[in-house]
């Protein structure tokens, strides 16, 4: 058996680390469907820890607690996409920057300029396959309605 | 133990953050993987010894596993990748609540978050995605600020916790363990509080998916614009 409060201090590092990766995802990507990967980043340390305690104090509770979570991450990524998907619609992006209206009246705006898209990369062509078998014959009124598909 | 070194380490880690996290460029982005990594070991050399040297080894690797894999889904550029490097971050925090006891939470974290939540992301990723490289995943906000506020918030945590453990605090015993929260039948034990103490919650936590999943498709319904 481990020593009990070795482990459970580094349990604790473990989720307060896993917090400050996630909150500096959120609070500087500004892809909106990363943030969200970093907000459940949060919880997950948050879950490490009552866990943990969980186990130091032989109860439950804290587990419990890691269920609701758990429970609650589901209800928010499903709420948290369809806002993203609706607001995606709207923009063309998942830039929240893209969404700088939103700010107070009297704000002055982000001082960030929006860059141009870039395109792929050259490297990333599909792979040519060597052409083979035969092409099937088509009778000239499927081109019009095809039946079977 | 010299005091500068928990200094020296959160230093690095917000200048190891900062470099790796997306600038416009790839420029230091290797130099930030070598800081952060050394402000990791320098951290984790200062945790006290597990005593059985399989139970630090498997610590030790799935601690290594969920946080590298965290920095993985948080610096990448690409936001297919880091839903993967996510993915993997939730293995590694599974195996870590197997570690500590709590059997059901591990199977239930794999199923539902890796399952469900994740295949969700990636499925709204496809749906969203741009053509090219877009320049919001290239760049990001204020990049050293976010940085130093997280790398702060773990400094405030690890002082937090240390304090703690300056008292003195009473271990649970083996025999109270493994009648408890490590017994065989742990899940007969969760299940029997889940229903029992905290019945009324797992009611309103049914109904709250409920009331989420009717908002999601009001929400994501497609009006047309003169509709």
């Not at chain 1, 020593?3 to 590092?13: F, K, R, S, T």
Request: hydrophobic share 55%.
């Amino acid at each position: 058996m481990p020593d009990e409060i070795a482990l459970l201090n580094g349990y604790l590092i473990v989720g307060a680390l896993l917090f400050g990766i996630g909150m500096i995802g959120f609070l500087s990507r500004r892809n909106m469907i990363v943030m969200f990967l970093s907000a459940e980043i949060m919880l997950q340390g948050v879950s490490l820890s009552l866990v943990a305690w969980s186990r130091f104090h032989n109860d439950f509770g804290g587990q419990m607690l890691v269920l609701f979570i758990i429970a609650v991450a589901a209800c928010e990524a499903a709420i948290a996409l369809a806002l993203v998907v609706a607001l995606f619609r709207r923009r063309g992006n998942l830039d929240v920057a893209a969404w700088r209206v939103l700010r107070e009246a009297n704000q002055p705006p982000p001082s960030d300029a929006l860059l141009p898209e870039e395109p792929p990369d050259q490297a990333e062509s599909w792979p040519h396959l060597a052409p083979a078998g035969v092409q099937p014959e088509t009778l000239p009124e499927e081109t019009e309605y095809r039946p079977r598909v | 133990m010299p005091h500068y070194i928990p200094i020296l380490t959160l230093l690095l880690a917000a200048v190891g953050m900062w470099l790796m996290l997306p600038r416009g460029g790839a420029r230091g982005r290797g130099l930030g993987m070598v800081l952060t990594a050394t402000a990791i070991g320098l951290g984790t050399s200062r945790l006290p010894w597990l005593g059985p040297w399989t139970a630090e080894a498997v610590f030790l690797v799935l601690a290594a596993v969920t946080i590298v894999s965290a920095l993985g889904a948080v610096t990448f550029h690409n936001p297919v990748y880091c839903a993967i490097w996510f993915g993997q971050s939730l293995l590694g925090t599974a195996g870590l609540f197997l570690v500590a006891g709590a059997q059901f939470l591990a199977v239930a974290t794999v199923v539902i978050y890796a399952g469900a939540i994740l295949v969700t992301f990636l499925f709204v990723l496809m749906l969203a995605q741009p053509k090219g490289r877009a320049a919001y995943d290239r760049v990001s906000w204020e990049a050293p600020i976010a940085a130093a506020a997280g790398v702060v918030m773990v400094g405030i945590l690890s002082i937090t916790i240390g304090g703690a453990f300056s008292h003195p605090i009473v271990p649970p015993t083996e025999a109270a363990l493994a009648a408890g929260v490590l017994a065989p039948q742990h899940v007969a034990g969760f299940g029997g509080q889940l229903f029992g103490r905290h019945l009324i919650a797992i009611e309103v936590a049914g109904m709250l998916l409920l009331v989420a999943l009717v908002g999601a498709a009001v929400i994501v319904q497609h009006k047309e614009p003169n509709g």
